[in-house]
């Protein structure tokens, strides 16, 4: 079965920080790639997806993440962090019959200020 | 905000009890899913649907039901209500399309004592 991992459980930065946190994939073939957030007490935003073409996509506030295939990899990254970004974060891929995502078991991440 | 209404918001039943719970949408959209969102496991596929009348189980359907006679409506059913099953419950709507992403409802957080 199709799985996704995400390699870090909580993470703790301090304001102006970089941010990567890890997301990998199981299935090898045509992927759809998601990165949702979860702001405390409120549902799940979309910040970006990845559907083909270029690898490194960008999405809402100042995120970004790069698809690198060989590695079934889609980290999510951001330079500098701010005490808003604190959340939940979770890493998201469709199932090989197109008509689902599955869902990493998400991060925690907290901004100090 | 995606037009996607969940109801009731916050839910406490005893055990052995039935318990509905609806998903209602104004965008017209073909795919409707209800997941289940638990401490270390992120979120998990109860059931989706991909239009009227047609569901399917997802990883965790075990003990739940749906049902979808009108497009904008997706009922979750716990037909006996056990303490395992209290949770936070998100539907979530997607067009028809492989580009597309799916939208969250802001969620029903449900009590089983």
């Known amino acids: 079965a199709q799985s996704v991992s995400q390699h870090n459980h909580h993470v703790i930065l301090s304001e102006a920080a970089s941010l990567e946190l890890g997301c990998n994939y199981s299935y090898g073939g045509t992927v759809n790639l998601f990165w949702y957030v979860q702001y405390p007490g409120q549902h799940l935003q979309l910040l970006l997806k990845y559907f083909s073409g270029d690898p490194l996509v960008k999405g809402i506030k100042g995120f970004e993440a790069e698809f690198i295939k060989s590695k079934f990899s889609f980290n999510l990254r951001k330079p500098s962090v701010q005490w808003s970004d604190t959340a939940e974060y979770f890493c998201a891929v469709r199932n090989q019959a197109g008509t689902a995502l599955i869902f990493g078991k998400g991060t925690t991440l907290s901004v100090s200020s | 905000d995606a037009g996607i209404t969940q109801s009731p918001r916050h839910k406490v039943t005893e055990t052995g009890t039935p318990v509905t719970l609806r998903c209602h949408q104004t965008e017209n959209h073909r795919y409707m899913y209800w997941y289940r969102q638990d401490p270390g496991h992120g979120l998990r596929l109860i059931h989706y649907?991909?239009?009227?009348?047609?569901?399917d189980k997802g990883e965790v359907s075990d003990g739940y039901s749906v049902s979808r006679s009108k497009t904008e409506d997706f009922l979750l059913t716990l037909e006996s209500a056990t303490s395992s099953q209290t949770s936070v419950y998100f539907c979530?709507?997607?067009?028809?399309?492989?580009?597309?992403?799916?939208?969250f409802g802001q969620g029903t957080r449900l009590t089983v004592v």
């Open positions: 649907s991909y239009g009227v009348k047609d569901t």
């Open positions: 979530a709507i997607r067009g028809q399309g492989i580009n597309t992403e799916a939208f």
